[in-house]
C-alpha cells in the first residue's frame, strides 16, 4: 500500500523516473487550473510538485520502506527541503539592533516596532511559506507602548493585529502572549475578541503563580467565543526549554531563536496494522525498530538542509542572529494513540476502550513511554537545542488521514466526560517535550462563566496537561486540529470559490475526514446522574 | 449522622453559582409551582407501582409494598418520571450527610463549590446543615444553597455557620400572582431575601419569567427596586420559560420572546442593577 502522503510520481530511491513524466504533468496540469487555489497558493503547490520530481535525502532500504508503506509520513514536507520546516526568530534582536539586511534601523517607538515586526514576518520562511511564528507580542512591544499616546498605541495595535490576518493568510501562523499581563497583552486579547480573525493563531502561556486571574479569565472567555487563545501551561514548558520558548504552528514547541527541522511522524494505527505478534512484542521491537527508523529518516533531512542545501550559512536570519543553529531541534510526532491502543486491546480479546477503561488508558501510556525512551536512545544530528536528540511531539493530523486520531487524542464523538476525558489524556503529556494539543468542547452556557471553564484549567493542568484548548460549539472559527478557520470559508470552499487562507484548503478536507463539526459537546445533560452513582 | 433523600447529583454545573459546581438535588418541595420543571423532586414517592411496569430495564421492582430501584442496571430513561400521577419518582436514595461528601470529595480538584438544591433543600434542615458542615470542614470548597426562600429564619440561622451564599427563586413579586403560580405566599421568601442579604449571603435572585404571569415589566420593576433596596449587591438571572419537563397547564405555554427578555435585562440595568444575566 503506498502511503497517501506520497505524490503518485514521487520515487523516493532515484526521483522522478521517464515512465512517470506524464503522471506529473497531469498533477502539474491539474494544479493550474485548479479554480479553488489563489495564484499565491498555485505558485506554492507547483513549488512543492518540482521539489518532489528529487529523491530523498538517501536513507536506508528499511527506513525508505517505512514510508512508502505509510508508517512514517513526510507531512507533505517535499522531498529535499531547502528551508527548516519551522522558524521561530527572536524578533527582539532586529529590534534592538535594526536589520542591515531590511536596511531599517533600531525601533525608537511604538511606530517603528509596529513597523519593523510587519516587515520582518515576510522574510521568515516555514514550510507553508508563511511564518509561522509572529514572537511572543506582548513582550516585544510593551516596551514601546510609552513612546506614544495612550490612543496612538492602541491604534498602533489595532492596525498590527489586522494587518497579521491580512498580510499572512495562513491560519498556523501563531502569536504568543503571557503569562505576565502587560497593557500590550491586554489590548491585543481585546482585539482579538472584537475582530474573530483567524490570524493570528493565539497561545496563551499560563502560570496560576504568575498570571493575574481576571487576565487569564479574559483569555478563556476569548476561546469560549473564538476558540483561541489556548491555555497553556507555562510552568511544564519551562522545566522543558526555559523561559524563551516559542509555541508556534499546530502547538509546537521549541527554543525562540530557534525552530525545527523536519516534522515528520509515526502513524502508530499502521504500525499495529503491520505488527504480527502481541501486544509485549509490539511494545519491545516494532515500537524500537520503527523509532530508529524515524529517526534515520529525519537525520536525512537534517543532513541534507543544513550541510547540502546550506541554509543557516546562506540565510540574513542567522546571520543578524534573528536564529542560530544551536536552537535548532527537529521534531519525532505520531498518530492514531486511540486506535492502535484499541486494536492492541480487540486483539487481546478485551473490549477495554481508549478513553473510557483503564486498561486501554494505561497501554497507552506505556506506548507513549516507551516510544518517547526509543526516540530519544537515538543521537539525532543538528539537534542542539535538545540535547541532540529529537523532540516528541503529539501531531494532531493532515487532511488526508481518515480514521486515525491526531496524536494522542480521543476520536472525535467517542470522548468521555470532561474529567475522564482530562485523565485519560493528562498521563503522556510529560512526554511531550515538542507539544501536544487537547481540545475540550464547551456548550454555551459556559460563556456566562469563564470562572468555570477556568476550574477544568486548574484540574488540568495540576495534573500535568501541557496545553488546554476550548472550543465552543457553535464559534464561528471552527478548530480543524491544530489551526482555525472560518466556517464561512468552509462554505465558500465547497462552494468551489477560492479562499484567501491557504490553511483552509488543508481544512475543508480536514473536516470532512475527521468530523470535526460533530465533535461532541460536553453537554452538561451527559453528567445527570441518578441517586449516587457518579459517573 | 443524618439521612437524606437525595433526589439526583450532578459532577458538573456551569449554572448554578459561581465556577464549575458539584449539585445535590434533595427531593421534597413544599411550593407547588404551574411550571416547575423538575415535577419529579416535589413529592415523596408513595410506591404506588405505577411505574414498575414501565421500566423497559426491570430497574424498578415492589416488594411489601415498596417501590425499589436498582441504581446498576437503570438506563436512564426517565420513563418512570414521566408516567408518575404523584409528581415523584422511584430513583430519589436515602443517604447519610457522610455518602454525599464522599461523593463531592471525588471531584474536588475540578470544582469551585457544592450547590445544594431540590426540591426544596431547606426541606430537610437537618440533612442540609450536615452536608455544608462536613464540606466545609473536609474540603475547601464553597457551599451555595439555592432555594424557593420559604424557609423560617430558624431553618437559616441553623444553616448559617456553613453556608457562603444562596441563589433565590422569587417567582413573583406581587403576592397574589405568586400564589397562583406556587400555591404559596411570598411574605417569607421576601423576609428570607432581606435576612440572607443582611447577612451578605445573597448572590443571585432568579425570576423565570412566565408567559401569563411575569413576562411583564412591572413585575421586573418591582423586584428590581426590592434588589436595589437591600444591604448587598445581589445580581438577577432571568430565566425563560421552558416547557421542558413541565406537567400540567405549562405544557401548552408558549415560550416568551428573546427580545423580551433582552429588553427586561436591559431595564434591569438602566434601573441600576449591576450584575444581570439571562438564561439562553
Redesign the interface.
Known sequence: MKSKSLMPFENLAEGLKADKLDVFKREVKDTLTNGQLTEYQKTAALAKLAENTMPYPEVSDRAREFLELGVICNMFEGAAPYRPRYVSPDYSVPLRNGSDYLEMGPAKNLYDAVTMLLAAYSYVPSITGFPVFFGPVDELLEPYMDTVSEEEARQLLRMFWQLLDKQVPDGFAHANIGPRRTRAGEIMLELDYEFGNTVPNLSFKYDKDITDRDYVVQAVSNALKWNKPYIVNHKMNVANWGENYAVASCYNLFPIGGGSHTLTRLNLRRMVEEHEGDTDSFLSETLVESAKYLVEVINSRNRWLVEEVKFFENSFLAREGWIDLKNFTAMAGFVGLAEAVNILMEREGKSSRYGHDSEANELSTRIIARLHEALKEQPALHCEASENRVIFHAQTGIDVDIDITPGARVPVNDEPHIYGHIETLAPHDKYFDGGVSSIFVFDNTARDNPEAVLDMVHAALDQGLRLFAVTSGDSELIRISGWLMKRIDLEKFRQSDNVRMGSSNLGSAGVENLGHLQRRVNYLERSIVSGDRDE | MSEGL?A????????DG????YVVFLQGCNFNCLYCHNPETINLCNSCGVCVVTCPAGALQKADGLVT?Q??I?V?CDKCIEVCPYSSQP???S?TAR??VV?IK??E????GVTVGGGEPTQQPEFLADVLRLVKEETGLSTFVDSNGSASREVWELIRPYLDSTLIDLKAFDDTVHQKLTGWSNGQVLKSIELLSSWDKLYEIRLVIAPGYTDNMDNLRDTVKFLLSLDNEVGLKLIKFRPFGTKGEAKDWPVPEDSLIDAMVDEAKALGLKRV?RS?
Do not use: H, Q
Open positions: 437525595v439526583r447529583t450532578l459532577v458538573n454545573s456551569f449554572v459561581p465556577g464549575n459546581r430501584w441504581a446498576d437503570c436512564s430513583k430519589a436514595v443517604m455518602e454525599v461523593g471525588k471531584y480538584r475540578y470544582i469551585s444575566k439562553l
